[in-house]
């Protein structure tokens, strides 16, 4: 089966910093596949790029068999492309309702469709009670929901997921856990970043672990968390295992 995305020997450099390293990853058709590494090690950098936020400093981007590397996020979003983002951009003086309707304009122009899928995807992420309260108001838990929300909203074939697990308590991470095995459930691609491994491990179906900006290590999740050179760079001692 074709890969659904693949980024191919893709850079990004900040001036002298490189944040991205010859980065080539596939995701494929169906799959939830997590994308782990220690602070700055490119991970949100590579979903910028994968969303169309940043054109890559070198490399191409293919997303449905199609080369989307100079294609802008909105384009991208169009396609199928659909993120949250590791900083909550809901907009908070509007209703929770209004927020995801944002998100279902990108395929719905009619206001009445697109306030019809708003209302599914609200009932989908059991936001539906919360639909007119201002997203100012929501619980840092529902915050991340309402992201995720408006990411379905756009009908997305590939969902980016950044850190959407991350400061919840143990029983609102599973909650979200079941919400993104229930995304899959409904056919679409799961690609997500997140830190706190003894939650994303048993989710996802393959990591991909970052270092440096390169990918250091990639596999099943139950081999990924035992191999020495993962251990080393959580642990800041790379030179351990000769990285
Ligand atoms: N717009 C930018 N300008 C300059 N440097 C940047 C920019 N965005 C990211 N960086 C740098 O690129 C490197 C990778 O950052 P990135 O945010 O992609 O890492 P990360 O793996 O997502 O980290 P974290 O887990 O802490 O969120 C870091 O050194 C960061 O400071």
Redesign the pocket.
């Known amino acids: 089966m074709t890969a659904l995305l693949e980024t191919r020997g893709v850079w990004q450099r900040?001036?002298g910093?490189v944040?991205n390293s010859d980065v080539s990853i596939s995701v494929g058709r169906g799959e939830i596949v997590g994308l782990i590494?220690?602070?700055?090690?490119?991970?949100?950098?590579?979903f910028n790029l994968i969303a169309g936020v940043l054109p890559p400093t070198q490399g191409s981007i293919i997303f449905d068999g199609e080369d989307v590397t100079n294609l802008p996020a909105a384009a991208r979003c169009q396609r199928g492309v659909g993120r949250t983002f590791?900083v909550v951009k809901s907009f908070e003086t509007m209703t929770v309702i209004d927020n995801v309707i944002v998100g279902a304009l990108v395929r719905n122009t009619v206001m009445r469709e697109a306030r019809r899928k708003a209302h599914e995807v609200l009932e989908f992420t059991g936001l539906a009670a919360r639909a007119d309260v201002l997203a100012s108001d929501l619980v840092p838990a529902e915050k991340r929901r309402l992201e995720v929300a408006r990411a379905l909203a756009t009908e997305p074939k590939l969902l980016l997921l950044d850190e959407v697990l991350t400061g919840l308590t143990p029983t609102e991470a599973q909650t979200g856990v079941a919400l993104v095995r229930k995304v899959r459930e409904t056919g679409i691609t799961v690609l997500m970043?997140e830190?706190v491994m003894e939650i994303v491990m048993p989710l996802v179906d393959r990591a991909i672990v970052?270092d440096l900006?390169k990918v250091l290590v990639e596999g099943k999740p139950a081999d990924v968390v035992r191999d020495p050179k993962v251990i080393s760079a959580y642990l800041g001692d790379r030179h351990a295992v000769g990285a």
Request: no cysteine; aromatic share 6%.
């Open positions: 900040f001036g910093l944040a590494g220690p602070n700055g090690a490119g991970k949100s950098t590579l590791q970043v830190h970052l900006g």
